[in-house]
């Protein structure tokens, strides 16, 4: 939200409110929100985030561009700069797009939906039979202290998957080492990789550096962690950072004792 709407907002969120008699602790637990919180968003102190943004225009049935005191222009440039910010796919952006353009009876009308859906595909998916395929993982985790070597046939083991899109575009899959990249990816999770020479900014990877192999973003000339409590890794120069290959998602590895 741009400082020189915020003014706006906060009357608009308030005139919303008083219109509907409400208090701002009613309003607060509407959208399980914190009480003082929410007196700060009216009075400007804080400014909420995108998901309480969307609630707030729910539970006004109107739209964020309302609330926001945005032009057609200022709507895309929002839209934007969400999907910059959350990595949207260009057909994540388009059901953005359309979403924010509903109003609010639509919008709980497709949620509805989307929530049926949902159980039905999760029945499906469990009484389905599982499509299983065999695919090759490299034996050493990664962040390991050793030469991370593709071409000796030795590192290599080859384990049963559930089939999936993903695998018909990967390379091998390696197994994720300790918990820099939470909460995207999990100590111990197995994931695709497809190799490739050069991975874009801010894009998770397969990287060499020296003696080691890690799983993270690509930074301008450092590895960068999902979770804050990891420094950022940076080549020297005697060591470069050396791509492998770009991660494109989870592998679900099946029991040993399925095949």
């Known amino acids: 939200m741009k400082k020189e709407k915020n003014a706006e907002f906060c009357q608009n969120l308030a005139k919303l409110r008083k219109e509907k008699g409400l208090k701002m602790k009613d309003v607060a637990i509407s959208i399980g929100a914190n009480p003082t919180t929410y007196r700060k968003y009216e009075s400007g102190d804080l400014e909420p985030g995108f998901i309480t943004l969307v609630k707030l225009a729910d539970f006004y049935n109107t739209s964020t561009d309302v609330l926001l005191g945005r032009t057609m222009y200022d709507r895309t440039d929002l839209i934007d700069q969400i999907a910059l910010a959350y990595r949207l796919s260009k057909s994540q952006k388009g059901m953005l797009t359309a979403y924010l ?73 390696v197994v994720v080492d300790g918990d820099s990249m939470e909460p995207t990816f999990h100590n111990g999770d197995n994931v695709f990789v497809k190799l490739a020479e050069e991975v874009l900014p801010n894009h998770i990877g397969l990287f060499r550096l020296g003696e080691q192999a890690y799983i993270k973003r690509y930074g301008e000339n450092c590895l960068l962690s999902d979770n804050s409590d990891y420094p950022s890794i940076f080549a020297s120069e005697d060591e470069s950072i050396t791509c492998i290959g770009t991660v494109i998602g989870l592998a679900d590895v099946l029991e040993s004792s399925y095949c």
């Open 101 to 173: 353009y509903m109003d609010g009876k639509i919008r709980e009308t497709l949620l509805d939906g989307i929530l049926q859906l949902a159980d039905g595909v999760h029945t499906t998916k469990k009484d389905a039979p599982v499509v299983a395929r065999f695919f090759q993982r490299h034996i050493n985790q990664t962040s390991a202290e050793y030469s991370y070597d593709l071409e000796n046939s030795d590192n290599w083991e080859t384990v049963p998957i559930v089939d999936c899109p993903e695998a018909n575009e990967a390379d091998f899959i």
